[in-house]
């Protein structure tokens, strides 16, 4: 079944900012449908002279006709002749033949969709007119909105050219509503949305007041005024905002109404997200504060990397000068990953940006001053979480170090390639190196030893014990030394 998109593009005469126009006009179209209480059909005329539906929207505030998708159906051929007459007309026509559709009585009403000089297609109101029978003041206010944003989309002025949204605001119809007169006064004032503005602090009466006093009252000499609010509440443009006060945040959209003289009023959608926006302020603290603790630990790691560096400058005994260079080396490894965990507000690095510091670093150490080795990376490890960013940055430094310290140590300059595989939660990594070869015996597949013996202790106790995976060391084809990681990560071992 062909989608809106595929539908858009199968037309040749329509250009971008045709199918610019019409991605606005459903962006926006749900409030059209749930004023009206009624299901709403995008239709586009075929190269065959045929008619079919593109994109569709049902109703939040009433029982929808259409249970099943009618994306993609094709305009019944009894049908034809008032959608043809439809597309003729200079504003809105009405079907002057009621259908059925299950065992609901429809009536039709058709908006042509005009952008600039051309007639895109149409905008169908399905109208069960069973929701039309003992309608009261809500319910008359409601459609009578809905009746004049359908108008506008004939005129070309739903949607709207210029509306000024800085956030996406998601309020509903059912949320609250407002009517303005064209002067900016409260015509008619929804429930819901008297409640809204009850919990900014006001107590006076709506209707027959300017919107833009009652929330203007609400506001201290102190408190910052969004910028579109005016615009918001006198109902002169399309734009949104939110007005804090009385410690309660209600979002605010005013869609306004034009007729062939222009504006004449608008109707102003109202939310109460004052939970909304105290939750996105305790996820702001927590992210915070985890920056903080992160850096913290940073600092605090390498005030232990000083220390050891220190130490080592002060013993007499080269053995235990290397002991605690590679302490030092170590700790240096988990405060950089926690260095990157600071800069973001995730529990998440860009672990190729890490990793590329990290094993430079691990060079710069154990190579001698005339050394030159250059790393070479193939693929991408992408986001990962710290829990397991931590110990792969030791396992991966303890690799290049080994491969410096013993592939090249009576060698020049060296190469070093890491090739990475991510397959969702399953990683490879493969490291070689054209270095003089391994130095020790393998045992079932791992190593016994290479220098010292605790960096090949550290790499086989991360990756058998914390990832719960293999490690394989091989003779490279050409010469040098091939270690190959099979890992499952931790994070997305917990996530199942």
Request: hydrophobic residues 35%; negative net charge; proline residues 2%.
């Amino acid at each position: 079944m062909a989608d809106f998109d595929e539908i858009l593009a199968s037309q040749s005469d329509f250009d971008a900012g045709d199918r610019e126009w019409l991605h606005l006009l459903v962006t926006d179209w749900q409030v059209i449908a749930d004023l009206s209480f009624a299901d709403l059909l995008l239709l586009i005329r075929q190269d065959d002279g045929g008619y079919v539906v593109a994109e569709q929207c049902r109703p939040s505030t009433v029982m929808t006709l259409r249970t099943e998708d009618a994306v993609g159906d094709r305009v019944p051929d009894d049908a034809l002749g008032e959608v043809q007459a439809a597309m003729r007309m200079d504003g809105v026509y009405h079907s002057t033949v009621l259908r059925r559709i299950g065992k609901s009585t429809v009536c039709n009403v058709y908006a042509p969709i005009r952008c600039g000089n051309k007639t895109l297609g149409l905008v169908v109101r399905e109208t069960n007119l069973a929701t039309r029978e003992s309608n009261g003041y809500y319910e008359s206010e409601s459609i009578n909105a809905g009746k004049q944003l359908f108008e506008m989309i004939a005129r070309g002025q739903f949607p709207y050219h210029d509306a000024l949204l800085s956030q996406r605001h998601n309020a509903r119809v059912s949320d609250g509503f407002i009517v303005l007169t064209a002067d900016g006064i409260v015509r008619y004032a929804a429930p819901n949305a008297i409640s809204c503005f009850r919990r900014l602090g006001t107590m006076r009466a709506m209707e027959g007041h300017y919107l833009s006093e009652i929330g203007a009252g609400l506001l201290h000499s102190n408190d910052p005024v969004p910028e579109t609010l005016p615009l918001v509440l006198s109902g002169k443009a399309a734009a949104d905002c939110e007005l804090d006060a009385n410690n309660s945040v209600v979002s605010i959209r005013s869609l306004p109404f034009y007729d062939v003289n222009g504006h004449n009023g608008a109707i102003v959608l109202c939310r109460d997200v004052t939970e909304l926006r105290r939750r996105d302020q305790e996820l702001q603290t927590k992210d915070a504060t985890i920056s903080e603790i992160h850096h913290r630990v940073k600092n605090n790691l390498q005030t232990v990397s000083a220390l050891l560096r220190l130490q080592a400058r002060k013993t007499k005994s080269k053995e235990v000068k290397e002991e605690l260079g590679e302490a030092q080396r170590r700790v240096q490894t988990i405060a950089t990953v926690h260095e990157g965990l600071s800069q973001t507000v995730d529990e998440e690095v860009d672990y190729d940006q890490v990793i590329s510091n990290l094993l430079k670093m691990s060079v710069d150490l154990a190579s001698m001053k005339d050394q030159h080795i250059h790393i070479r990376y193939e693929g991408t490890f992408g986001m990962m979480p710290a829990q397991d960013a931590t110990p792969l940055s030791l396992v991966l430094t303890e690799l290049i170090t080994n491969a410096v310290e013993h592939g090249f140590a009576d060698r020049k300059e060296g190469n070093i390639t890491i090739s990475v595989q991510r397959n969702g939660r399953n990683l490879n990594v493969v490291v070689e190196d054209d270095g003089s070869g391994r130095p020790t015996e393998e045992s079932n597949g791992m190593a016994r030893s290479v220098g010292s013996g605790l960096g090949t202790q550290i790499i086989n106790t991360f990756v058998t014990n914390d990832f719960g995976g293999t490690v394989h060391w091989e003779d490279r084809t050409g010469g040098g030394t091939k270690v190959v990681l099979d890992i499952k990560l931790r994070a997305a071992q917990d996530e199942e």
